[in-house]
Antibody, heavy 120, light 110 residues
Framework: EVQLVESGGGLVNPGGSLRLSCAAS????????MSWVRQAPGKGLEWIGR??????????DYGAPVKGRFTISRDDSKSTVYLQMNSLKTEDTAVYYC???????????WGQGTLVTVSS | QSALTQPPSASGSPGQSVTISCTGT?????????VSWYQQYPGKAPKLMIY???KRPSGVPDRFSGSKSGNTASLTVSGLQAEDEADYYC??????????FGGGTELTVL
């Protein structure tokens, strides 16, 4: 069974940092591209960024709201993708999902999400 | 770049059809055939329903269909069922390795 499990969410002060993890199982992780998507409370989905496979170069791309503050990385030996979040703002409060690219720009499945709250 | 525009809500009675629109620009929806639709129940993760404008993943009922005309994409749910009541989000590739989502539409089955 294909499964994605996020962890690392919690409460952090504005200006602080947090690293989220997403552990994958049930498929060959090395070959897949991964994205992070977030959803603020009561709001819509927002794409954060993606990392392509290491075979493909392992490059990353980011959405405008997080560019320069967030970094996506992967460890294929652990079938895990990470989201390093720095200089956090209150508007970064959201449920963060990791998801797998099953095509160029569409995703399935998604993890259950992990809640990040940025507040003093 | 702004989010794609969806109506906040839509509704229909069981058995009816309902169409949800997703409006963008020539730089996203109108410029690429990379429009997808996701279904999300409250407190749950999104689920892929349509990709590449009109293709359905395995397991998605054929009551769900997608289309596009110009800068507007649409999701049609035919033969509405109670289980279709959920939030629906469109997404589109927007060039330069960027993806946009719509603001979401809450579908109510009356």
């Amino acid at each position: 069974e294909v499964q994605l499990v996020e962890s690392g969410g919690g409460l952090v002060n504005p200006g602080g940092s947090l690293r989220l993890s997403c552990a994958a199982s049930g498929f060959t992780f090395n070959n897949v591209w991964m994205s992070w998507v977030r959803q603020a409370p009561g709001k819509g989905l927002e794409w954060i960024g993606r990392i392509i496979s290491n075979i493909g170069g392992g490059t990353t791309d980011y959405g405008a709201p997080v560019k320069g503050r967030f970094t996506i990385s992967r460890d294929d030996s652990k079938s895990t993708v990470y989201l390093q979040m720095n200089s956090l703002k209150t508007e970064d409060t959201a449920v963060y999902y990791c998801t797998t690219h099953v095509g160029e720009w569409w995703f399935d499945p998604w993890g259950q999400g992990t809640l990040v709250t940025v507040s003093s | 770049q702004s989010a794609l525009t969806q109506p906040p809500s839509a509704s229909g009675s069981p058995g009816q059809s309902v169409t949800i629109s997703c409006t963008g620009t020539s730089s996203d929806v109108g410029g690429y055939n990379y429009v997808s639709w996701y279904q999300q129940y409250p407190g749950k993760a999104p689920k892929l329903m349509i990709y590449e404008v009109s293709k359905r993943p395995s397991g998605v009922p054929d009551r769900f269909s997608g289309s596009k005309s110009g800068n507007t994409a649409s999701l049609t749910v035919s033969g509405l069922q109670a289980e279709d009541e959920a939030d629906y989000y469109c997404s589109s590739y927007a060039g330069s390795n960027n993806l946009l989502f719509g603001g979401g539409t809450e579908l109510t089955v009356l």
